[in-house]
């Protein structure tokens, strides 16, 4: 290795580690977003009805049965 050998980083590494320095409540922000979004309970009596409810797609979804 070289004397003054550095590292590589890259500019978007550079980028995150800026942005999280100025901001620092970024991460909170993402995970109470994620939040809202994502992370829920799921209702299985709900889900059941809806797979039993599904209807098998034709091979040929444009051909009409005749």
Do not use: C
């Amino acid at each position: 290795m070289p004397l003054f050998w550095k590292p590589y980083k890259s500019d978007v590494t550079s980028f995150i580690e800026q942005l999280k320095a100025n901001k620092p409540t970024l991460e909170e922000e993402q995970r109470a977003g994620r939040h809202l979004l994502w992370d829920r309970r799921i209702d299985r009596e709900a889900q059941a009805e809806y797979s039993d409810a599904r209807v098998p797609q034709q091979p040929y979804v444009y051909q009409t049965k005749g």
